[in-house]
């Protein structure tokens, strides 16, 4: 007899669990670069697969040629880091659809004509200084102050409003690209000290086996005196919700009233 509470769980549910150790970041860097990689094929004259090969020697042969002609849809050569994200994606995709693969690309026992190509290739490239990705610039003080002053930012309307969290989340909360779509109104906790974030998961640390099993803090800087801050915008942006509403998601959209002489929050 089971005890109470036990429960035997489907094997749809444990397929789901597997596949969502993945990273949503991951999954599209590795589809991403198996498009490019069957673009390059087709536009080459491989009217196949890669997966459909057996033979590893050709595999190898064919990505060798892969990382040294693959160029950019304006005809430049890609970056040396995505050079090396594109073999790691590849890895990935072949392990995730040939069956009994157990080969890493990345790896130069398993693949050495293929990684001393790609090893000189990257030093081919940084000894002639291309291929670097592109750095990018934080944004100033004075553009913080012009962004958040300007009129699409007003904490007057709701709208301006959500521009306005958002950018505080981007600045305080250190959210990256997909993060914030999955950010929960649960996830801030207001203080007399200003609001924390609590995040579960990061880039780097996506809270698995390995992965730290408490949620990293941010603090959110209180507010200077007579100032209106992140603090007070996020108090006044959820103050907006409605009291009934059970979205648990921190974003919402903006739209209309029935009689369109005011705004609501919605999902």
């Not at 198996?34 to 990505?63: M, Q, T």
């Not at 730290?212 to 108090?235: C, E, L, M, W, Y």
Request: hydrophobic letters at 30%.
């Amino acid at each position: 007899m089971c005890t109470p509470g036990h429960f035997k769980p489907t094997q749809e549910e444990l397929e789901k669990l597997q596949q969502s150790r993945i990273p949503s970041n991951t999954l599209q860097n590795t589809n991403k670069w198996v498009k490019i990689l069957n673009d390059w094929r087709e536009a080459v004259g491989y009217n196949y697969l890669l997966e459909s090969l057996d033979n590893k020697d050709e595999i190898e042969k064919e990505i060798s040629e892969f990382i040294v002609g693959v160029r950019t849809k304006k005809n430049q050569i890609y970056s040396r880091s995505s050079l090396k994200n594109s073999v790691a994606g590849i890895s990935r995709h072949l392990k995730n659809v040939k069956k009994d693969w157990n080969y890493n690309l990345c790896k130069h026992e398993h693949f050495p004509k293929l990684n001393e190509i790609l090893d000189g290739q990257l030093k081919s490239m940084k000894k002639q200084g291309i291929g670097e990705a592109k750095p990018y610039d934080s944004l100033t003080n004075h553009e913080i102050k012009s962004i958040l002053d300007h009129n699409v930012c007003s904490s007057n309307n709701p709208t301006g409003l959500l521009h306005r969290i958002f950018m505080w989340v981007c600045l305080f909360g250190c959210a990256r690209g997909g993060e914030h779509h999955s950010l929960l109104i649960s996830q801030f906790e207001d203080t007399e000290d200003g609001f924390i974030l609590k995040k579960y998961q990061m880039k780097n640390d996506q809270g698995g086996i390995e992965g730290k099993q408490t949620s990293h803090v941010i603090f959110f800087p209180k507010d200077p005196a007579g100032i209106n801050g992140p603090n007070h915008d996020i108090r006044l942006y959820f103050s907006k919700r409605p009291s009934h509403y059970k979205c648990k998601s921190l974003y919402l959209k903006v739209t209309q009233d029935v009689e369109g002489n005011s705004y609501l929050y919605i999902n």
